[in-house]
């Protein structure tokens, strides 16, 4: 089946640390891969996605690069703000009728 | 501006009462969605509707219950026979087909008392 795999939290950070939250997918075929994340509160808002392997998702200083050798879509950012404090989920879609998510990564970002 | 709009914010019902939590949106999109979030679970797919007067069952849907009349509106209703609905409800939209991504609204935050 497909599924998705996210990195436990909570990830605590100083600011300008290097981020990293891991992802990795199980899928029958190439799925559309996703980054989301969500502030407190609030729903979810797309930050990156890719579409087919070796392509590079990137808004806002965070990147993930689609890896179907390894099945992985890791986010990364090289400098993270306070303002980054939130939950992050990975998600894969095939068709867009229905996106399978990971449990979400919390990350918190102190001064 | 466009967006969706999930409406209540925050809602308190009692044990044995169906209650319908609203989302609309004004971006023209064609397709609708309802999530449940709970803590550590991620998403779970509730509902989803493609068009108009059409909609499917998602992983979760027992205890709930959809129309989609507009192409604006897809309203949700939990039921009483809904085990457990304190939970977190999530709304989206998308073009047809949805692999560009969803667009989310606020959400609802559903407390059983």
């Known amino acids: 089946g497909n599924s998705v795999t996210q990195m436990e939290g909570p990830v605590t950070l100083s600011e300008e640390a290097f981020l990293t939250i891991n992802c990795t997918y199980t899928?029958?075929?190439?799925?559309?891969l996703f980054w989301y994340v969500q502030y407190p509160g609030e729903g979810l808002q797309l930050l990156l996605k890719?579409?087919?392997?070796?392509d590079k998702g990137s808004n806002k200083g965070f990147e993930a690069t689609y890896r179907k050798e390894t099945t992985s879509f890791h986010l990364e950012k090289g400098s993270v703000q306070v303002s980054d404090s939130a939950v992050y989920f990975c998600?894969?879609?095939?068709?867009?009728?229905?996106?399978?998510f990971g449990t979400g990564t919390s990350l918190t970002v102190i001064p | 501006d466009g967006g969706i709009t999930q409406s209540p914010k925050y809602l308190f019902r009692k044990e044995g009462q169906n209650v319908t939590l609203s989302c609309e949106q004004n971006l023209n999109h064609d397709a609708m969605y309802w999530y449940r979030q709970d803590p550590g679970q991620g998403l779970r797919l509730i509902y989803y509707s493609q068009i108009v007067n059409d909609f499917q069952k998602g992983d979760i849907a027992e205890g709930y219950s959809v129309s989609r009349e507009k192409k604006e509106s897809f309203p949700l209703t939990v039921t009483s026979a809904q085990k457990n609905p304190t939970a977190f409800y999530l709304c989206?939209?998308?073009?047809?087909?949805?692999?560009?991504?969803?667009?989310f609204g606020s959400g609802t935050r559903l407390t059983v008392v």
């Open positions: 998600a894969l879609t095939y068709t867009g009728n229905q996106f399978y």
């Open positions: 890719a579409t087919k392997a070796d």
């Open positions: 899928a029958t075929g190439y799925p559309s």
């Open positions: 989206a939209s998308s073009i047809a087909g949805g692999s560009y991504g969803y667009t």
